[in-house]
Structures are given as C-alpha cells and as structure tokens.
C-alpha cells in the first residue's frame, strides 16, 4: 500500500502570507496526485489534480507541483476564505490521503 | 449540474447493518466509476470502496474487505454501499465521489456527496 505522510499537521498563518504544505509518498506515484481543501462540517473540494493542474474555477493563488514521491501545494496569498483543512491524495495505486494538514489563523 | 445526494446513514448497533444510497444527477452515471469515502470523527479521509460503470469491477479496503458490498442500479442512477457486521470503529460520515475523468482506474474525485453520517454504538 502506498502511505502519504503531509507536513505540517497544523499551520498558523496570518491574511498575506504565503503557505507551503508537504506531501510524501512512500513510492513513486508520478504525478498521480491531488489535493483537497476541507472545511468544517462540508464535503472535501478539488483543487488540484495532476500534481499542477487547477482545477475550473480554483482561484489561481493556489497552485501545485511536484512529481515521483515528493509535491507541494502553495498558496501564495492566504485569504480568509482559504482557513481550513488540505489533504493531498494519490491515485498511482488505489487511492489514499494524506492525513491533513488545518490552516490555523495566526 | 452535477449533485450527488447521500442518505442512509444513522445509529446502529455493533454487529448490525446498513445501506447507504447516493442518488445521482446531472452527468452520464452509468459511465462513471463511483467511490465511497469515510471520514471518522476529527479524523481524515479514507477511501473505503469503489466500483466501474458496469458494475464487472468492485474495490475495496482491506478495513471493510468482507463486509461491505458496493453496488449501483444505473437505470436509478443511484450507488449503495451495503455495511454488515458493522464495529464502533466504522463509526465516520460516508461521502459517494465522483471521478474526474472517464475509464480507468487512475482518477482524482471531482465531486462528493454532502455526507451521512453512520454512528456504530449499543
């Protein structure tokens, strides 16, 4: 089975700044890879797929990259609106999500 | 519009079942693969089942392996997740997802279900 590990669990982070959150495969998985953002109590969203690929109506500040065992999801101007929880997901083999990582106003 | 309508879900005790539907709209069902999704409470996502268009193929993780069975009626365009033997454990609200892309099995999802949520206590 392939794992997926996010780095951090929890970030603080004020209305501006840019954010990186991390994701590890245990294999390579290409850039069979995407990433949600989840909010409380609401269904996870697409934002990314493709490892870089945005998703129709995704705005563009959020953005991806990455391939084989190691990707990133950027923000690169936190808006109030972007206070939740991501999960990046790799679908190589199966599918699973990382564990979360929640965006913490600062 | 895609909308994709989840219910079922409720309290039920250890050992028991359930059945969980998602009703399915505005897209071409029967050419979809379909997943179901669980998230236990405070806990992240875990695929839980899948299964193709035609319904020749079904997935499943090792953690519901043999007591879940997915199945969907395309005339309905609806999806059923059957849950036997059911353990606190399973407790999670379940989403029914659809893929973003047509055929294979490499696929992100591209829209969920709101959600049931399925409480496994005595």
């Known amino acids: 089975d392939i794992q997926m590990t996010q780095s951090p669990s929890t970030l603080s982070a004020s209305v501006g700044d840019r954010v990186t959150i991390t994701c590890r495969a245990s294999q390579s998985i290409g850039s069979w890879l995407a990433w949600y953002q989840q909010k409380p109590g609401k269904a996870p969203k697409l934002l990314i797929f493709?490892?870089?690929s945005l998703e129709s109506g995704v705005p563009s500040r959020f953005s991806g990259s990455g391939s084989g065992t190691e990707f990133t999801l950027t923000i690169s101007s936190l808006q109030p609106d972007d206070f939740a929880s991501y999960y990046c997901?790799?679908?190589?083999?199966?599918?699973?999500f990382g564990q979360g990582t929640k965006v913490e106003i600062k | 519009e895609v909308q994709l309508l989840d219910s079922g879900g409720g309290l039920v005790q250890p050992g028991g079942s359930l059945r969980l539907s998602c009703a399915a709209s505005g897209f071409t069902f029967s050419i979809y693969a379909m997943s179901w999704v669980r998230q236990a409470p405070g806990k992240g996502l875990e695929w839980v089942s899948g299964i193709s268009g035609r319904s020749d193929t079904t997935h499943y993780a090792d953690s519901v392996k043999g007591r879940f069975t997915m199945s969907r009626d395309n005339p309905k365009n609806t999806l059923y997740l059957h849950m036997n033997s059911l353990r606190a454990e399973d407790t999670a609200v379940y989403y029914c997802?659809?893929?973003?892309?047509?055929?294979?099995?490499?696929?992100?999802?591209?829209?969920w279900g709101q959600g049931t949520l399925v409480t496994v206590s005595s």
């Open positions: 997802a659809k893929p973003g892309v047509v055929g294979g099995t490499m696929y992100y999802f591209d829209s």
């Open positions: 997901q790799q679908y190589n083999s199966y599918w699973t």
């Open positions: 493709a490892a870089s």
